[in-house]
């Protein structure tokens, strides 16, 4: 294991309706947390007050927004604000109470041991942790999932929009934070942002706690524009993985599989017209004109998703730049900044 003894951590908590619970989890944040820092994102019930009146913990500091930013918008000046202090772990920790801070040992765990430079939870990881999942919002995070793995390349990673996550200062300092996603979407653009630096990620099992608590994340009106998104993203990854950093066999195999597939599709249709208009049967040949470019387009398709699959980064970056000083203005100057 790595040496952690000089290793700093910090949590940031996006606070907004969290009264009734940012007491309970701010306490619950284990004594090898260094720092923990509030942000109060313009919240109607000014939780920063309240953190300021009720908790006394030397580790919290609270920031303020004039404007709510969204979640995004809130983890983001923190993860700024941990930089500028030094920080060489930064934990995302929700204030609702549903993520337990006494895991934040096992979250840190990979990045510790230098095997990953990001963590996220997983609460699909045991059956058994699902049974308080609202049936809805497991249904809709099973969807997200599988729009993330195109679009971020991290094919064995799962639920996606899970918060608890914790983070290693060399990645974070890679990724241009001003061109983040500040709503909800916030914890899938990271993902694809980490994916565009090569990070390594690493899911760990952790039961969420569901109990009288509103989320504000409302998988019926996400799923579409996050499906938009994830589109976009998938794009461009494709395009900066495939054909900007690098060119191999897969970036060959995903124009070609893209023609065949558009031209026996497109040569298909209008053959069955003709034959529903003339009421003239095609022949075997214009069959087959139709079926061969298909075939080989699936198998092009399927050559380049196998490839984009064994493809997922496996060294983490803070191997990769360990004994370099970072310089904590580059957190928006990162390599990634014409995402």
Request: glycine share 8%; charged share 20%; net charge neutral.
């Amino acid at each position: 294991m790595t040496d952690t003894s000089n290793i700093k951590v910090a949590v940031v908590i996006p606070c907004y309706r969290v009264l009734q619970q940012i007491e309970d989890v701010v306490r619950a944040i284990p004594p090898e947390v260094d720092q923990i820092f509030c942000v109060d994102d313009c919240c109607p019930d000014k939780s920063g007050a309240f953190i300021e009146k009720t908790i006394t913990d030397t580790r919290v500091t609270i920031l303020y927004h004039e404007r709510n930013q969204g979640v995004g918008g809130a983890t983001i000046t923190g993860y700024e604000a941990a930089l500028e202090q030094g920080a060489d772990v930064v934990v995302k920790l929700d204030g609702d109470g549903q993520m337990d801070p006494r895991e934040i040992n096992a979250l840190i765990g990979p990045i510790l041991d230098g095997d990953a430079d990001y963590a996220k939870g997983n609460r699909f990881f045991r059956p058994e942790d699902l049974i308080g999942m609202p049936r809805l919002r497991l249904f809709g995070n099973a969807v997200l999932s599988f729009f993330t793995k195109f679009s971020t390349g991290y094919w064995s990673s799962f639920d996606p929009t899970n918060g608890y996550t914790a983070i290693h200062r060399h990645a974070l300092a890679n990724i241009s934070l001003d061109k983040v996603s500040r709503d909800y979407f916030f914890e899938s653009d990271m993902l694809f942002r980490l994916r565009t630096i090569g990070a390594v990620i690493a899911d760990v099992p952790l039961m969420a706690r569901y109990g009288d608590e509103k989320s504000n994340l409302k998988i019926t009106k996400v799923v579409f524009p996050f499906l938009a998104k994830h589109t976009i993203n998938l794009g461009k990854r494709i395009i900066y993985n495939y054909y900007i950093r690098d060119f191999n066999i897969a970036s060959i195999q995903l124009p070609l599989a893209i023609i065949f597939l558009c031209f026996g599709i497109i040569f298909g249709f209008k053959s069955w017209l003709h034959g529903a208009d003339t009421g003239i049967p095609a022949t075997a040949g214009t069959v087959m004109i139709a079926a061969l470019p298909i075939f080989a387009g699936i198998q092009l398709l399927l050559g380049f998703l196998s490839f984009d699959m064994r493809n997922t980064p496996t060294l983490p970056l803070q191997k990769l730049i360990r004994g370099r000083t970072m310089p904590r203005s580059s957190v928006n100057r990162s390599n990634d900044r014409h995402s």
